[in-house]
Protein backbone atom coordinates (compact mmCIF):
# COMPACT_ATOMS: atom_id res chain seq x y z
CA UNK A 1 0.00 0.00 0.00
CA UNK A 2 1.74 3.63 -1.06
CA UNK A 3 1.61 5.80 1.73
CA UNK A 4 0.50 9.84 0.93
CA UNK A 5 2.05 12.50 2.73
CA UNK A 6 -2.05 13.58 3.56
CA UNK A 7 -3.16 9.87 4.15
CA UNK A 8 -6.28 9.97 6.46
CA UNK A 9 -5.70 6.70 7.71
CA UNK A 10 -2.48 7.48 9.08
CA UNK A 11 -3.12 10.59 10.43
CA UNK A 12 -6.32 9.19 12.53
CA UNK A 13 -3.97 6.80 13.94
CA UNK A 14 -1.12 9.24 14.68
CA UNK A 15 -3.79 11.07 16.35
CA UNK A 16 -5.59 8.22 18.59
CA UNK A 17 -1.58 7.43 19.72
CA UNK A 18 -1.17 10.92 20.78
CA UNK A 19 -4.29 11.02 22.80
CA UNK A 20 -3.29 7.72 24.36
CA UNK A 21 0.44 9.16 25.09
CA UNK A 22 -1.56 12.16 26.66
CA UNK A 23 -3.77 10.05 28.67
CA UNK A 24 -0.94 8.63 30.06
CA UNK A 25 0.20 11.72 31.69
CA UNK A 26 -2.89 12.94 33.46
CA UNK A 27 -3.13 12.81 37.32
CA UNK A 28 -5.39 9.39 38.87
CA UNK A 29 -8.70 11.05 39.67
CA UNK A 30 -11.74 10.42 39.02
CA UNK A 31 -12.29 12.83 36.65
CA UNK A 32 -9.35 12.52 34.28
CA UNK A 33 -9.99 8.51 34.69
CA UNK A 34 -13.13 9.05 33.35
CA UNK A 35 -12.49 11.38 31.05
CA UNK A 36 -9.71 9.70 29.54
CA UNK A 37 -11.15 6.34 29.04
CA UNK A 38 -13.61 8.20 26.92
CA UNK A 39 -11.64 9.81 24.54
CA UNK A 40 -9.42 6.99 24.39
CA UNK A 41 -12.37 5.56 22.83
CA UNK A 42 -13.93 8.10 21.17
CA UNK A 43 -10.31 8.83 19.48
CA UNK A 44 -9.69 5.22 18.08
CA UNK A 45 -12.61 4.31 16.61
CA UNK A 46 -12.24 6.94 14.10
CA UNK A 47 -9.66 5.21 12.09
CA UNK A 48 -11.41 1.97 13.02
CA UNK A 49 -14.30 3.82 11.24
CA UNK A 50 -12.59 5.48 8.13
CA UNK A 51 -11.49 2.14 7.86
CA UNK A 52 -14.66 0.34 7.70
CA UNK A 53 -15.86 3.53 5.20
CA UNK A 54 -13.71 2.10 2.67
CA UNK A 55 -15.75 -0.90 2.37
CA UNK A 56 -19.22 0.81 2.12
CA UNK A 57 -21.45 -0.89 0.08
CA UNK A 58 -22.63 2.54 -1.25
CA UNK A 59 -22.39 5.70 -1.58
CA UNK A 60 -25.02 6.30 0.85
CA UNK A 61 -23.42 3.68 3.35
CA UNK A 62 -20.00 5.64 2.76
CA UNK A 63 -21.05 9.37 3.95
CA UNK A 64 -22.77 7.61 6.80
CA UNK A 65 -20.01 6.17 7.90
CA UNK A 66 -17.93 9.08 7.85
CA UNK A 67 -20.65 11.45 9.58
CA UNK A 68 -19.88 8.57 12.54
CA UNK A 69 -16.15 9.13 11.99
CA UNK A 70 -16.86 12.70 12.18
CA UNK A 71 -19.00 12.86 15.35
CA UNK A 72 -16.38 10.76 16.64
CA UNK A 73 -13.86 14.07 16.57
CA UNK A 74 -16.24 16.22 17.43
CA UNK A 75 -16.88 14.22 20.39
CA UNK A 76 -13.10 14.11 20.88
CA UNK A 77 -12.55 17.81 20.84
CA UNK A 78 -15.01 18.62 23.93
CA UNK A 79 -13.70 15.83 25.86
CA UNK A 80 -10.29 17.16 25.15
CA UNK A 81 -11.65 20.55 26.29
CA UNK A 82 -13.04 18.91 29.54
CA UNK A 83 -9.61 18.44 30.58
CA UNK A 84 -8.17 21.62 28.98
CA UNK A 85 -10.22 23.28 31.46
CA UNK A 86 -9.62 20.95 33.79
CA UNK A 87 -6.11 21.61 33.85
Do not use: P, W
Request: hydrophobic share 35%.
Amino acid sequence: MKKYKYDLEERLIKFSVEVILFCKTLDGSFASIHLSGQLIRYSSSTALNYREAQSAESHKDFVHKMKVCLKELRESLVNLKYLEELS
